[in-house]
């Protein structure tokens, strides 16, 4: 259920607005490599066609985030279905799915990147110490729901990104510097440019740096770890100014940035 | 001409009205009750919070006390709506604080709400009585201690399935000791303890409390001491409903269930352990609404509570209950009204329970009056549909997801067109439909020659071209709501009937075919509809003009391009509407 590399946008209607018909437009889009320059494959009539037959293109539509399946084989080596690569499908509220990942009672010792417990409600598992035994143990949560909040510095609206749709923490690096920062290059036929110079936000050469903070509480620099345990341990990110980076303390409290202006 | 009335006897007249579409006739006979009736109009319904403007409403309806909001697209609850789109309810609140001293109530739906929004509210409104928040985002604990300090004659909070960054429980503790006058209290979505003995003097002091939901946090043994004090309870919500098996929390349990004899809903129930459920047998006969959907229960032990409760009008659970269960819930609760089974492993690969569209034959022939169903399950035919159809005429919403898109009928792997088409013939009133599975435009054919009551539709991977969807635009009627995700379907239906779309509230489609040249042509040919582009890959004028855009939110308003756009949303045709007004 991999979209292969050099996925194209393909408008199988392709109805131009101004010649008033006839062929489809082609854009083929190619980015720097991988996650970038895969766009989630639409599906047209082109799918179907002899009508239908039920395993064709299943799945295969959705959006970018989707399209990042096809990198890294650790995905296709999970065990869930390629339901689980589309966004939003099956369409059950992320409230609903936390809950449900916190109840999971059988292990799913498949997944090789390590269980993850990427709740967005990080708080009601760990606040809960009562009396007895209880959910303490719902060890092997399966976790099908990777979005974890980012914030950055100087923006005061967060954004979410799915961590089980990277393998890796280059890709994760890259969608982040292109979600915060400035769209990156796009290649069309023949031509190339570039907008500005990418943002490193793992080598530290840049002025922002990327933290996550983990099951503690504890705020961490991200790439310390193996890309496993970093998912099994990631509760949220935060992109910040690497001048405050500098000995990040436990507890640190993310709260009370109210800068209107953005940093963009 | 001359009124023969007063316009004071027409204001009381009007009161009576309570329907906004009453109330909006009533506006439209002549410009006198258009006047009369704007200063005597109290409660005001924003289906979209970007269709109008703050400043229009409050110039229309000066003398509103409550308010009921709604702001991102229904796809968001799928994560489809990129985080920091919009709906922020600040601006509303900081220009109602200054025109609606006497508001009261609050109700809102996907709204971001800050602590400062809820600062503000517990700060402007001395009469404030009433705060929903329905799925939203973007406060924390220490806006709910605002509300809780400064809200002295609040009766209803309710922070149904809401994102709260929970700080702490300490806001609960803000409820000054001389507050007395809640009567509906919904924490289940938090996560954190509150303090246990505050929510008991809470309980104590409110002799009006009626609902009180708990959160997972408050365990099973500590809830005998607030039913004991809340017997007046009608709706309850448990916190995690487990623990270490003990007598005389069991015998606790039942005492303080039997005590309160006016209890028609539970909810609650995480962490189910089978062996507690027993302890509310003596209020099951009482209990229409059962909410076991995070109760991860075994079929047996859910047929021996339902069977229990016959009068039961609504149930939300879990797949567990699997095709048998649904068939003793079909022969106990013939008053069931409205059935939700979600699924208990979306993703796993194979089904981890028995449940088939079976169960919902079974039920939909046994329970006459069943009107509402949401459907998980892994299999379906148009047979089965075909059934349920003729078994139940009377459904008003029907939403049916088959786990994997694009599932054939599994009998004779033909797409599910005729099924949905006899769900649509047959069941003439009904206003919601989701539909899953393997679909043609066949199916949206007879969508649009049936479907004249259905106001939302829900579409995702079907289709073939844009006859479908210009079937559903061109036939349905009452059309109000359409989201629609992965279908090939272009721009032809949509520019054809680009006139419905100023009769609905909002269209959404993602990952379809719409190119953006077709974009910016509707936005150039309907002023008055916000057709906004959504795409994370950057300004879609980087890219060919036939390029389809990733998600596509249009919407009719009067209130103009949103002003508080993100860089990922693009409204078509702003420049233009611009220079032109």
Not at chain 1, 205 to 234: H, N
Not at chain 2, 58 to 63: S, T
Not at chain 2, 270 to 277: I, K, N, R
Not at chain 2, 427 to 442: N, Q
Request: net charge neutral; glycine share 8%.
């Amino acid at each position: 259920m991999c979209i292969s590399k050099e996925a194209e946008l393909e408008l199988g209607l392709g109805l131009s607005l101004r010649s008033g018909g006839g062929g489809g437009g082609c854009v083929e889009v190619k980015g720097k490599g991988s996650a970038w320059g895969e766009y989630g494959r639409i599906l047209t009539a082109k799918d179907f066609p002899n009508g239908f037959s039920a395993g064709t293109g299943r799945a295969a539509a959705g959006t970018k985030r989707a399209a990042a399946d096809s990198v890294g084989s650790a995905e296709c080596g999970s065990p869930s279905t390629a339901v689980s690569q589309v966004v939003g499908w099956p369409p059950i509220r992320a409230y609903r799915m936390n809950t449900l990942v916190n109840q999971a009672k059988t292990s799913n010792a498949d997944e090789d990147e390590g269980v993850g417990r990427n709740e967005k409600k990080e708080n009601s598992k760990k606040k809960i110490n009562h009396g007895s035994d209880k959910n303490d143990t719902i060890v092997k949560e399966r976790d099908h729901l990777g979005f974890v909040k980012v914030n950055m510095d100087g923006l005061p609206i967060g954004r979410k990104v799915d961590l089980k749709a990277h393998p890796s923490y280059e890709t994760l690096a890259q969608t982040l510097e292109e979600m915060f920062f400035k769209h990156p290059s796009v290649t069309i036929r023949g031509g190339k440019e570039q907008s500005t110079q990418p943002f490193k936000l793992l080598d530290g050469s840049s002025e922002f740096v990327l933290t996550y903070e983990d099951k503690e509480g504890d705020w961490m620099l991200v790439g310390d770890v193996p890309w496993g345990m970093f998912l099994s341990t990631v509760k949220r990110l935060r992109i910040m100014k690497t001048s405050e980076a500098n000995g990040l303390a436990p507890k640190f409290q993310e709260r009370n940035e109210k800068q209107r202006a953005r940093a963009i | 001409m001359a009124y023969s009335f007063p316009e004071e006897v027409l204001e009381y007249v009007f009161a009576f009205l309570s329907s906004d579409k009453d109330r909006n006739a009533v506006s439209l006979v002549c410009k006198s009750w258009y006047e009369i009736e704007r200063w005597c109009r109290r409660r005001i319904f924003i289906g979209n919070c970007y269709a109008v403007s703050p400043q229009i409403v409050i110039r229309r309806f000066p003398e509103v006390r409550a308010v009921k909001i709604k702001g991102k697209p229904h796809f968001a609850d799928f994560n489809l709506v990129p985080e920091g789109w919009g709906a922020y309810l600040y601006p509303w609140i900081s220009a109602m604080a200054r025109s609606y001293p006497w508001l009261e109530e609050i109700k809102l739906k996907r709204m971001v709400v800050t602590d400062e929004s809820l600062e503000l509210i517990s700060k402007s409104f001395k009469n404030f009585k009433v705060l929903v928040l329905s799925s939203c985002e973007g406060f924390t604990t220490d806006g709910l201690a605002s509300i809780a300090a400064n809200c002295r004659n609040l009766r209803e909070l309710d922070l149904r399935e809401s994102e709260v960054e929970d700080l702490s429980g300490h806001w609960l503790s803000h409820f000054p000791d001389n507050f007395t006058s809640l009567v509906s209290l919904n924490m289940s979505c938090l996560g954190s303890e509150v303090s246990f003995s505050a929510l008991e003097r809470l309980v104590s002091r409110c002799p009006n409390l009626k609902t009180l939901r708990l959160n997972r946090a408050v365990p099973v043994e500590k809830l005998p001491s607030l039913l004991r004090r809340a017997p007046q309870l009608v709706e309850f919500g448990t916190g995690a409903y487990s623990a270490e098996i003990q007598t005389d929390i069991f015998s606790n349990l039942v005492e303080a269930f039997s005590g309160c004899k006016h209890l028609k809903s539970l909810s609650g129930f995480w962490d189910v352990v089978p062996a507690y459920l027993p302890a509310m047998y003596n209020v099951c006969s009482r209990i229409t609404s059962l909410n076991l959907s995070y109760a991860t229960v075994q079929s047996p032990d859910l047929v021996e509570l339902i069977s229990q409760c016959p009068n039961l009008k609504c149930l939300w659970v879990l797949d567990y209950i699997e095709d048998a269960g649904l068939k003793a819930l079909s022969s106990y609760c013939k008053d069931l009204q409205e059935l939700r089974v979600f699924p208990s492993d979306p993703y796993g690969a194979e089904p981890n329970v028995s449940l088939t569209e079976q169960g919902l034959v079974t039920v939909s022939a046994g329970c006459p009056k069943l009107q509402s169903v949401l459907y998980f399950c892994r299999q379906m035919s148009n047979a089965a549909l075909i059934a349920i159809a003729r078994n139940r005429p009377n459904f008003i919403r029907f939403r049916l997801c088959i786990i994997e898109p694009q599932a054939p009928d599994y009998l004779t792997l033909e797409p599910l067109d005729t099924g949905f088409g006899a769900i649509v013939e047959n069941c003439k009133e009904l206003r919601r439909l989701s539909l899953s599975g393997l679909l043609t435009d066949r199916v949206f054919e007879y969508i649009g020659t049936h479907a004249k009551k259905l106001e939302m539709l829900s579409i995702a991977f079907a289709g073939d071209s844009d006859l479908g969807l210009h079937h559903v635009l061109s036939g349905c009627e009452s059309l109000r709501k359409l989201e629609i995700r992965d279908c090939p379907f272009g721009h032809k239906a949509l520019l054809a009937n680009a006139a419905k779309l100023e009769t609905m509230r909002s269209l959404w489609m993602s990952s379809c075919s719409v190119s953006y040249g077709a974009c910016k042509l509707l936005g150039q040919k309907m002023p008055r509809l916000n057709v906004e582009v959504i795409d994370e890959r950057g300004s879609p004028n980087s890219r060919p003009e036939t390029c389809p855009v990733e998600k596509l939110y249009v919407y009719r308003t009067v209130a103009g391009p949103r002003v508080d756009k993100p860089d990922f949303v693009w409204t078509m045709d702003e420049d233009a509407a611009l220079r032109l007004s």
